[in-house]
Nanobody, 125 residues
Framework: QVQLVESGGGLVQAGGSLRLSCVASGLTFRSFLMAWFRQAPGKGRECVVGFIWSGTGTYYADSAKGRFTISRDNTQNTVSLQMNDLKPEDTAVYYC??????????????????WGQGTQVTVSS
């Protein structure tokens, strides 16, 4: 049974930092493309950052460029999201996602096979 378990969310002031982690089990982690999505109240789920097969191999949403960094450790089956200079508009539930498909360009929700339960990130102004 595949499980993705996120941790690291919380409440932070604007300008602060958080590090989210996602531990995967039940899959061949190194064979999966991983990504972080987020969903704010009343909005759709969007990819913030993810590993892809095109370009530099990493997709960053415009809102994340220069502030967020994704990394993975295949020995620990872990993918992390370092978020710096957080803004109130970053407030959302953040989800870890994994796929065995080849993802090109902007990662889409429908391309991902497995999802974590989500972790809340709240940024106060």
């Amino acid at each position: 049974q595949v499980q993705l378990v996120e941790s690291g969310g919380g409440l932070v002031q604007a300008g602060g930092s958080l590090r989210l982690s996602c531990v995967a089990s039940g899959l061949t982690f190194r064979s999966f493309l991983m990504a972080w999505f987020r969903q704010a109240p009343g909005k759709g789920r969007e990819c913030v950052v993810g590993f892809i097969w095109s370009g530099t191999g990493t997709y960053y949403a415009d809102s994340a460029k220069g502030r967020f960094t994704i990394s993975r450790d295949n020995t620990q089956n872990t993918v992390s999201l370092q978020m710096n200079d957080l803004k109130p508009e970053d407030t959302a539930v953040y989800y870890c996602a994994g796929t065995s498909k080849l993802v090109y360009g902007t990662p889409k929700v429908e391309s991902y096979d497995y999802w974590g339960q989500g972790t809340q990130v709240t940024v106060s102004s």
